[in-house]
């Protein structure tokens, strides 16, 4: 079945460093969705991408998708302690059954104030 | 953010223990999703419920037992569970099933199973 693989699994950043997460496909993604999960929170939708090569940007972060759909990327510029959280991606299934979305394993973001 | 609500929010049971935990949202959304979510796994989609109408089971194991009364509650019955099935049960629902609408989620129940 299909699988978006995410990287990394972690990373620690000084308030201020940039952050960027990646996230792959082995086939074509239709669309792809951006959640965020704050410590002892659920995941809470972000943005998703459509189009090849889309980019979209909400205030210090920048979403974009690839020319060839099978893989997307996070950043965020100037991290502060309130990104704190897990990012993941998810695409649609590639099986049968594929309205349903499947997350990737999330980055874990750390910001050292 | 109160679109999805779950109940309870922590849950310690027994592995004889018959338990159940309830979703509801107050969105108009037609489908409805159980997750679980364990502290190195990526979110497993459970179960799918659209219309109330079970549209997808992913190889869950029987101890789970999921209810769809209406389209705004979901429930899932708990019986006779595993140590490892301890995790955080998330319920979400969209606008369709669809792989391209947004999913609202609950805040979750944390649940221990002893």
């Known amino acids: 079945g299909q699988q978006v693989m995410q990287i990394p699994q972690y990373q620690h950043v000084q308030e201020g460093e940039d952050f960027t997460t990646y996230c792959n496909s082995s086939?074509?993604?239709?669309?792809i969705q951006w959640y965020k999960q704050r410590p002892g929170g659920h995941p809470v939708f972000l943005i998703q991408?459509?189009?090849?090569?889309e980019v979209k940007k909400q205030k210090r972060l920048t979403f974009q998708f690839g020319e060839a759909k099978k893989n997307s990327s996070l950043h965020i510029t100037a991290t502060q302690t309130t990104d704190v959280g897990t990012y993941f991606c998810?695409?649609?299934?590639?099986?049968?059954?594929?309205?349903?979305?499947?997350f990737g394993k999330g980055t874990k973001l750390s910001v050292i104030p | 953010e109160t679109g999805v609500t779950q109940t309870p929010r922590h849950l310690v049971m027994g592995m004889t223990n018959k338990k159940s935990l309830k979703c509801e949202q107050h969105?108009?959304?037609?489908?409805m999703y159980w997750y679980k979510q364990s502290a190195k796994k990526p979110l497993e989609l459970m179960f799918v419920?659209?219309?109330?109408?079970?549209?997808e089971n992913n190889s869950v194991p029987s101890r789970f037992s999921p209810e769809c009364p209406n389209s705004s509650h979901l429930f899932l019955h708990l019986h006779t569970l595993q140590p490892e099935d301890s995790a955080l049960y998330l319920c979400?629902?969209?606008?369709?099933?669809?792989?391209?609408?947004?999913?609202?989620f609950g805040p979750g129940t944390r649940l221990l199973v002893l």
């Open positions: 979400a629902s969209s606008q369709d099933v669809s792989s391209r609408e947004t999913q609202y």
């Open positions: 086939t074509t993604l239709s669309n």
């Open positions: 991408l459509v189009k090849s090569g």
């Open positions: 998810a695409g649609p299934y590639s099986g049968a059954g594929s309205y349903q979305l499947t």
């Open positions: 969105l108009g959304h037609n489908a």
């Open positions: 419920y659209s219309l109330e109408e079970r549209v």
